[in-house]
């Protein structure tokens, strides 16, 4: 609602001869952030959709929470996704067993 208002408002703090260059950059830049959140925000629930549904066929327990996690860790690169996929191995290891393991270490790499 405000945006436009606030964006002159910003514009105010920057120096008059950056200003048009900023005015410039500004529009890009919330273009490309928005992007980067959107594509972020879709292999999350990509990730967290077809590992949850994995592990759940698998016999898991608390499938649908570890998919939650796994949903929210995407959303820190690089490391988010391994860290939510090792957590899904080790309860798929403590209640099912090793074989169920390998199976969840499976269906998280594939995904």
């Known amino acids: 609602y405000d945006g436009?208002?606030?964006w002159r408002w910003t514009l105010g703090l920057v120096p008059a001869a950056a200003?048009?260059?900023?005015s410039?950059?500004?529009p890009l830049a919330w273009r490309t952030l928005t992007a980067y959140v959107r594509g972020t925000l879709?292999?999350?629930?990509i990730d967290a959709l077809f590992i949850g549904v994995g592990i759940y066929f698998l016999g898991v327990p608390l499938a649908v929470?570890?998919?939650v996690v796994i949903f929210l860790a995407s959303f820190v690169p690089?490391?988010?996704a391994v860290v939510s996929g090792a957590l899904a191995v080790v309860v798929a290891l403590v209640t099912q067993g090793v074989f169920t393991a390998l199976?969840?270490?499976l269906v998280v790499l594939v995904v």
């Open 65 to 67: 929470p570890i998919g």
């Open 19 to 22: 200003r048009p260059g900023v």
């Open 42 to 45: 879709i292999v999350a629930f």
């Open 78 to 80: 690089l490391v988010g």
């Open 24 to 26: 410039g950059a500004g």
């Open 4 to 6: 436009p208002r606030i």
């Open 103 to 105: 199976m969840t270490l």
